[in-house]
Structure formats: structure tokens, C-alpha cells
């Protein structure tokens, strides 16, 4: 079954800290892994995307990698900002179809406090 | 930031209402979805639709209708509402000629409570 799981479920830090944040996927066949930033009452954002051949991706302080033979990705989020208080949520596509279906994880709960 | 609008934000209705929940984008995609989303849990496609006069169910089953007629319009109607349809509604689109980068952009969404 073609799943995606993230964790922890819920994080809290301090601001101007580090974390990672996992997923790890069992989507097969595999095409690409995205990362999505979504804001409380928002629709998600995208923060980066990788293909097989592609193990790491930054977008400022956010930088994701990924490992396609053990199936895990990690999102890094350096020196933490109140603004990045939000839900982040792992995406997995496959090739399956011309829709390249997508694969949601439940996200991660990151609250950074001051 | 996202040219895709949904409207309204927030709905409250009774049980029994015929709603319309409107999605627009002005970035010219061809493909469009709408997805639904409970807290703390994962989207799930519910429509989607790769032009006009193309529209396709998603994984979720749903009592919900979409229709397709201008490229930039996705409208989602449930003829009937019940309780057991309240979530949050989300839209997005993506360009149709971008391969394995198709990056899909959504909307706000809307959330709907149904008493």
C-alpha cells in the first residue's frame, strides 16, 4: 500500500533553533518528493521538490534531502522564525499515471515559540 | 504568492442546502483539483480536471459535482448537504507541461460547517 509517513506529529522549539523534521514513504514507483509549507486557514505553499537523482534541495533556510533506496527525506529549517510556526507536509508522486498522483503525509505541527 | 481564489472563506448551513463553492485561478493551468481536508489529517482528491470540459472523480468518494466550462473557473456544488461534509475545501491548479516538476498551487480554502 502506497503510503506516506511523517514525524514527530507535533514539534515545539525555540525560536532561532534547528529541527528536522522526517517522512519516510513507501510510494512505488516513485517520480518526485515535495515539501509543502501550509499556514493555519491556508491552502499548503511549495518549499522544494526533488526527483530520484536529486538528494538535497534548499529554499533559504529550508533544506530538504532525500534518500530514494531507503525511501526518507528530512526538511531542515535553520535558525528558526516565529513565521515558520506551521503545519509541513511531505508529498510523494509516483509515475503511475499521466496525473502522477500525489501521496499526502499528515504533516508535522511545528510551533517555534519566542 | 498564488492567483488562485476560493469563495467564500467560511460557510455555515443547514442540512438539506444546495451550496457552490467557487475556485478561480488567473495563471492560464489547464489542470485543476479540488481536494478535501479534515484536521490533522492528509488531503484527499476529490476532482480534478486537465481542461475544459474535463473533469474526473479523485480517490475520495464524494456526493460533490464539479464542472469545467472556462479555464479559469472550477466550481464544486453539492446539491444536498449533510453534516458529514464538513471540512475544509481546497483548490489548486498546475500547468500541464512541466513533467515531473508539476508544482501545484492552492487556494485558501474553504471551510464548511454544516449543521
Known amino acids: 500500500k502506497n503510503q506516506v509517513e511523517q514525524s514527530p506529529q507535533s514539534l515545539i522549539i525555540l525560536e532561532g533553533k534547528n529541527c528536522t523534521l522526517q517522512?519516510?514513504?513507501?510510494?512505488?514507483?516513485?517520480?518526485?518528493l515535495r515539501w509543502y509549507k501550509q499556514d493555519t486557514g491556508r491552502g499548503p505553499v511549495s518549499l522544494t521538490i526533488?526527483?530520484?537523482?536529486?538528494n538535497t534541495k534548499s529554499n533559504g533556510r529550508y533544506t530538504a534531502t532525500l534518500d530514494a533506496d531507503t525511501k526518507q527525506s528530512s526538511l531542515h529549517i535553520t535558525a528558526s522564525q516565529l513565521s515558520d510556526s506551521a503545519s509541513y507536509i511531505c508529498?510523494?508522486?509516483?509515475?503511475?499515471?499521466?496525473?502522477?498522483?500525489?501521496?499526502f503525509g499528515r504533516g508535522t505541527q511545528l510551533t517555534v515559540w519566542p | 504568492e498564488a492567483d488562485i481564489y476560493q469563495t467564500p472563506r467560511y460557510l455555515v448551513i443547514g442540512t438539506g442546502k444546495k451550496i457552490t463553492l467557487e475556485c478561480s485561478q488567473t495563471?492560464?493551468?489547464?489542470?485543476m483539483y479540488w481536494y478535501q481536508q479534515d484536521p490533522g489529517m492528509e488531503l484527499h482528491l476529490i476532482h480534478y480536471?486537465?481542461?475544459?470540459?474535463?473533469?474526473e472523480k479523485g480517490d475520495l468518494s464524494s456526493e460533490s459535482t464539479v464542472s469545467r466550462i472556462r479555464t479559469e473557473h472550477f466550481p464544486l456544488t453539492l446539491e444536498s448537504a449533510r453534516p458529514s461534509h464538513t471540512s475544509q475545501y481546497l483548490c489548486?491548479?498546475?500547468?500541464?507541461?512541466?513533467?515531473?516538476?508539476?508544482?501545484?498551487?492552492f487556494g485558501a480554502g474553504t471551510r464548511l460547517s454544516v449543521l
Open positions: 489548486a491548479s498546475s500547468e500541464s507541461n512541466t513533467g515531473e516538476r508539476d508544482i501545484q498551487y
Open positions: 517522512c519516510n514513504y513507501t510510494v512505488s514507483p516513485f517520480s518526485n
Open positions: 526533488m526527483t530520484f537523482s536529486e
Open positions: 508529498v510523494v508522486s509516483d509515475r503511475g499515471s499521466t496525473l502522477g498522483r500525489l501521496y
Open positions: 495563471m492560464g493551468h489547464d489542470k
Open positions: 480536471s486537465y481542461g475544459v470540459n474535463s473533469t
